[in-house]
């Protein structure tokens, strides 16, 4: 949303993402699935009106670069002119023409390969995925399909560490991990995960505050302070010099 883009928009943040995944986080949505390009475009605007130095990358929605070159065209076209610098759209199997077609088309790609949510009913749940060698060897050559194709940059997402390495390793273009480990060129977190405001994040996460606890802190404090008559206090309070008419 346009608050919290305005203090990672101060950051030291290089990148954000206008994931998909804030079906879940914005709107309490079971999945991905539910995001639509609607909605991806106004939470893109919105995030666009904060980030003023920063690449700004919105996820393509669920099913919306599988409907044929026009469809995923006019999908990119709503998520750019909400202000993406780029867009980024998961797995490749059955749509290699169409991200060509987008790059050839000037919109800057992402690639996503390993988990992707919106294939979670296929691989019956959030899993990590490349564990074993022929599922691995996979990932390895989506990830190079990716680069071909003309990606600028892939998300690795929850595949085992040595993978994420040999794909970074093989790959020119910038990875970037989640749940991936430590051997990939940038990590990204979903934020509400990293603050700490859902009790049960992925395991992978590193809350680096425990924003859920702090936000209730301190709306007991105003709770109690209001029944208590502490706040407002009076020096908070405006006080007209001239007394108030009768009718007033």
Known sequence: DYTTAS??????????????????????????ILASTSLMALHTKAVRKAIKNKLL?????????????????????ELMKAGADAVKLEGLDGHEDTVSHLIKSDIPVMGHAGLTPQSVNKFGGYKTQGKDKTSADLILRQAKKL???????????????????????NLKIPTIGIGAGPHTDGQVLVIQDMLGLYDCPPSFVKKYMDGRKLIKEALNSFDKETKSNVFPAKKKIIIKKEPLNANY
């Open 57 to 77: 990358i919105s996820d393509m929605p669920f099913l919306s670069f599988r409907k044929g070159f026009l469809k995923a065209m006019e999908t990119a076209e």
């Open 147 to 169: 680069q071909d194709l003309g990606c600028f940059s892939i998300v690795l997402e929850c595949v085992p560490e040595d993978l994420a390495k040999k794909i970074t390793d």
């Open 7 to 32: 203090i990672v928009n101060d950051s030291d943040i290089d990148c954000v993402l206008v994931g998909d995944s804030l079906a879940m986080t914005m709107h309490g949505e079971p999945s991905t």
